[in-house]
């Protein structure tokens, strides 16, 4: 049940980011974008641990997840930290997936040539 709860959360997530990007005139950047906030918004009153928790890791795969752990990360340092744990707190999550965007983009970027 959890693989069905899974697929269904990340193709909610597409299809309504979808359906915004169709009917207005945001660009994917600004849909992006609000879909982090919108992830920081849910982790801030702990809504997306319990979605987390119900759904599994479709969860972690949309860009929702990644204002969820920036949030996530800065509460977490902040509690142990003070005011400078909420900035290394954000990196701490997102670390790897910030590291990994950087590296293959700028392979692609080697490797093929842009049109333009």
Do not use: R, W
Not at 95 to 100: E, M, N
Request: some cysteine; proline content about 3%; hydrophobic content about 55%.
């Amino acid at each position: 049940m959890i693989f069905i709860n899974s697929f269904l959360f990340a193709g909610a997530i597409c299809c309504i980011s979808q359906i915004i990007l169709d009917n207005t005139k945001l660009t994917p950047g600004h849909i992006t974008s609000i879909l982090v906030v919108l992830g920081s918004f849910l982790d801030i009153f702990n809504i997306y641990d319990k979605i987390v928790e119900v759904v599994g890791g479709g969860a972690m795969v949309p860009i929702t997840s990644f204002g969820h752990l920036l949030i996530h990360g800065a509460l977490a340092k902040a509690s142990s930290m003070g005011p400078l744990g909420i900035v290394m707190g954000m990196f701490d999550l997102t670390a790897s997936g910030i590291t990994a965007a950087i590296i293959f983009s700028f392979v692609f970027a080697v490797i093929f040539k842009p049109k333009n």
